[in-house]
């Protein structure tokens, strides 16, 4: 999701705007981030539950598989809505399927150190925008065209349903992996389970509900927190190429995906700071 900006150089000018013409102006694509992002976030909380329900590894797996079908549809699309359907719906929700599941089983592990593991676990999320953005654009661009009058030669346009199914099965492949690494411990005796709860609850409090914790300030500072951050962040990484192609010094295709690359990286290793 974080290649987009980069991806979105490459969209055909036929999936460019809404209806189908060719225009001047900030292209209607630029609305496939902000509602893949939507999907996302309402599918997170499904996730949890199907977590729950088929274990983290099989939660995995169907985040993955929604994942890479989202992508492989959306290189048949002849339109921009329906392109949105598959990349921003399926994607978007198979994200939030599988987002929650690598978490919640390393909690599991290491129930003391949740921070560290989500921290982890993220700047894995993060990183993978660096690599997946360097390929987007050697199968995309391989020759390393430039544009000229911000339209690139037919050619690039022309890979990009390729660069999308070849994306897809990277995803299915890298998807199937981790659901095989993924493990969760084996559950406690009845009597374990129940010494460690007594002996913990003496040490943190327990832990709220979703109706309690919406209540108390402290959810609503976090709440405002990240809705200022996220959004200054996810505005900037689905305009900074468009934006780079505004200036003299900043162009270059190649160079521009290094940048989103980069960025991606400083993305990883915040959240593990974080």
Partial sequence: MYCWANFLSYV???????????????????????????CQCVAMPVGTSVVNILGASKSLLLGGFLVSLGVFLSSFAKSLPIFMLAYSLLFGSGVGMGYTAPMIAGWKWLPSSKGLVSGVILMGYGLGGFIFNLVGTKLANPNGLEPINGRFPDEVYANFPKMLRTLSIMYA???????????????????TASAQKKSSS????????????VRTPQFWLIWSMIIMSASTSLNVANIYKRFATTAEALHGDAFQATVGGLGAVCNGGGRLIW
Avoid: C
């Avoid at 055909?12 to 102006?25: M, V």
């Avoid at 003496?202 to 914790?213: E, G, H, I």
């Fill in 173 to 191: 492949a890298l998807f199937l992996l981790g659901s095989v690494m993924i493990t969760e411990p084996a559950p406690l005796p009845p009597s």
């Fill in 12 to 38: 055909p000018p036929s999936l460019q705007f809404f209806d189908g013409t060719q225009k001047a102006g900030q292209p209607d694509a630029l609305y496939v981030l902000p509602v893949l992002i939507i």
């Fill in 202 to 213: 003496t040490k943190v409090p327990l832990d709220l509900t979703v109706s309690q914790a």
